[in-house]
């Protein structure tokens, strides 16, 4: 008699504490954000972090320089944001190029997957565009299943192989926001 095959267990571990967890495996000491509820919970894990430090931001903009010291001080570093907010770099995203440190984002999307808020798409479809024209390396997250060696992955290229790297954490991902909307 042959067994039946068999289903892997679900994950009871929420992808943010995954990506938590690359951070702490990849020694990244900086993380910058502004308010996303997007990222809310690896904020939070963040600022509990006796070996991280975050920093709340006045606009995405100022993550990339900050980036740039914490390489030169020594220190990896993550910039947290949202599509919307990519708009906002693309003048300093060519910093990681032409300073050669490496950089890495993780960009929570908007303006796909049953997105109601018509303003989220133009930059929401412009992200992985721009970044792809500034020579930013993309990966992308549909599941939960794939966002721990995603970001492991995106890491890597980053803090060892020295580039600038977004992974974009798509809506199928996040959920889709509605903000009471039926």
């Known amino acids: 008699m042959t067994a039946a095959p068999t289903q892997p267990a679900p994950s009871t571990v929420d992808w943010r504490d995954q990506i938590f967890e690359v951070f702490q495996d990849h020694d990244v000491k900086q993380v910058y954000h502004v308010p996303d509820a997007g990222h809310g919970r690896l904020i939070e894990a963040c600022q509990k972090s ?12 100022e993550g990339i320089p900050l ?48 997105e109601f808020n018509s303003w989220q798409y133009p930059m929401g479809q412009g992200t992985p565009k721009v970044l792809e024209a500034m020579g ?43 903000f009471g909307k039926k």
């Open 50 to 61: 006796n070996s991280i430090r975050t920093l709340a931001l006045t606009t995405e903009e």
């Open 136 to 178: 930013v390396l993309l990966y992308s997250v549909d599941t939960a299943d794939e966002v721990k060696a995603t970001v492991d992955a995106a890491a890597r290229s980053a803090f060892n192989g020295g580039q600038a790297v977004a992974v974009l954490l798509r809506q199928k991902l996040i959920g889709i926001k509605n």
């Open 67 to 114: 980036a740039a010291g914490a390489w030169l001080g020594g220190q990896r570093s993550v910039l947290l944001m949202q599509s919307s907010g990519v708009g906002n770099t693309i003048n300093l995203m060519g910093m990681p190029k032409t300073l050669r440190f490496p950089f890495l984002t993780l960009i929570t999307m908007r303006g796909d997957w049953g």
